[in-house]
């Protein structure tokens, strides 16, 4: 059976998401589906941006995971020719955690046949969606201010791929978007430079354990050196 469409999942239900791992005696999810969204950032995270624009929902609604997906893939596409590779960077600011239930029933001709069961049970899980509020923020991207409005029009092309409404806006409160990941590799270079830094460190342990031995050695040294130079007092010495 193919996908169904993103209004059959509008309904605000109770939020269904407990998947107890170290504790299966309460877990109520038997097992969750696979993750479709494979990226939350992406982009030049070391530029300082001086713009920020946000795609924020206008209403409630669940956006399942693969519509976010398609959002950002649509939007990382647009956003490479309008303001290059390093000329940008996105960040999801929501995360797919309710796990969306399906009872599945047999579709065609002559289906009532076959069908058996309630119309209405529980059923089994089929997805993950993330639930949003109205006034939600989505999507961010960052950018210089000269480009803020052609990304505008690129975060509002992605209203076809979204089941409720949407509305972008443009900001300069950069600090909004909070922290933003480190690239790999400048990750990779603090880690062989604290590796270079451990090894050296190694090295030169040996070398100021000896220094330490021989000073502590010599200080020893020297009050046994004093005592031998101390003459003993001459008998007229003593008589006086």
């Not at 969306?100 to 997805?127: C, V, W, Y």
């Amino acid at each position: 059976m193919g996908l169904r469409p993103g209004h059959c999942y509008s309904d605000r239900d109770r939020a269904y998401t407990r998947y107890a791992i170290t504790v299966p005696d309460r877990n109520y999810i038997g097992a969750v589906p696979g993750l479709k969204t494979r990226q939350f950032n992406s982009g030049n995270s070391e530029k300082p941006f001086q713009a920020i624009v946000d795609l924020i929902a206008d209403e409630h609604g669940l956006l399942r995971d693969n519509a976010l997906e398609s959002v950002r893939t649509m939007i990382n596409r647009g956003l490479l020719k309008v303001c290059g590779k390093e000329g940008f960077f996105v960040k999801v600011r929501v995360y797919p955690f309710h796990i969306l239930r399906e009872n599945k029933q047999a579709q065609g001709a002559h289906a009532d046949r076959i069908q058996t069961g309630m119309s209405q049970a529980f059923g089994k899980p089929i997805g993950r969606a993330a639930r949003v509020k109205k006034g939600k923020v989505i999507l961010s991207v960052l950018c210089d201010p000269d480009k803020a409005l052609a990304v505008k029009k690129i975060l509002l092309a992605s209203k076809a791929r979204i089941s409720f409404d949407l509305r972008s806006v443009v900001g300069t409160n950069v600090e909004s978007l909070g922290s933003k990941p480190r690239p790999r590799k400048l990750k990779m270079i603090e880690e062989e430079e604290a590796k270079k830094a451990q090894e050296a460190a190694a090295a030169a342990a040996p070398a100021a354990e000896t220094k330490a031995k021989e000073g502590t050695a010599g200080k020893e040294a020297a009050p046994a050196a004093e005592k031998k130079e101390a003459k003993p007092a001459s008998k007229e010495e003593k008589k006086k």
